[in-house]
């Protein structure tokens, strides 16, 4: 008599899941093939034929456990830890950085006067965008992200504001904003100011981290 426990657990592979519960899926499999061998063999099949019939459940086998797998893993996805988490914490980096640069730093951003408001760029912040960028694209690789992920986590702080424009401009136009209706040039170097610049030198350090190619050691070589 076959032992239908060790059959499955040589042919299952590895499972990231606890014990009792890698056990408890071997058995039922087990069971399930035990009464698959014996109704081929009622049957009339060979012994041999009968088992190999067999051994191809076990890779049915092997999907649902892959698929409980995947489900005992949390509610964190994939996406989760490789876009959102990165991107935020590119956000904050990016957010937390200007904030310090505002009270710390002897250097004030360059005033300009436009339409009689003042927009304000700040080139210090500019400068050290790209160091956001390149954690933020190196956190979404360590998490197994693609390049276009990568870039996308980098970048995130950017297309927060380009949606917050692309919100606050239709918004305010069907309210008849005054300010935005008279203000047309300002609010356009605004997303200049805001969007643009700070897309351009998060790109320069998401990119250099984004497209680097793993070897087989799982380090980082420059593609």
């Known amino acids: 008599m076959r032992d239908w ?3 499955v657990k040589e042919n299952l592979g590895i499972l990231r899941m606890d014990v009792d519960q890698r056990e408890e899926i071997i058995s039922e499999l087990a069971a399930h093939l035990e009464d698959l061998y014996q109704e081929h063999r009622t049957h009339g099949m ?17 999907r649902i456990a ?4 995947r489900t005992k893993e949390g509610i964190m996805n994939h996406r989760t830890k490789a876009l959102w988490l ?10 937390i950085l200007l904030v310090i640069l505002q009270q710390v730093s002897s250097l004030h951003p360059k005033v300009f006067w436009v339409e009689g408001e003042v927009l304000g760029i700040d080139f210090r912040w500019l400068m050290l965008l ?3 960028g390149a954690a933020g694209a190196y956190l979404s690789r360590r998490a197994g992200g693609k ?8 970048m995130f ?7 917050s424009f692309c919100l606050f401009f239709p918004v305010g136009l069907l309210e008849r904003n005054s300010f935005i209706s008279h203000h047309l040039l300002y609010m ?17 350090g998401a990119a250099a981290l984004a497209y680097q190619r793993r070897d087989r050691t799982g380090t980082h070589t420059a593609s």
């Open 86 to 95: 990165p991107g935020l914490a590119t956000l904050a980096a990016a957010s």
């Open 46 to 62: 060979s012994e041999s034929m009968a088992f190999q019939l067999c051994l191809r459940q076990v890779a049915g086998g092997q």
């Open 147 to 154: 390049s276009l992920t990568c870039m996308v986590a980098g």
């Open 5 to 7: 426990k060790t059959v």
């Open 130 to 132: 790209p160091i956001c």
């Open 188 to 204: 356009g170097l605004s997303v200049l100011d805001w969007t643009v610049l700070p897309a351009s030198a998060l790109f320069l």
């Open 157 to 163: 702080p950017a297309i927060i504001m380009l949606g």
């Open 66 to 69: 892959r698929t409980i797998e």
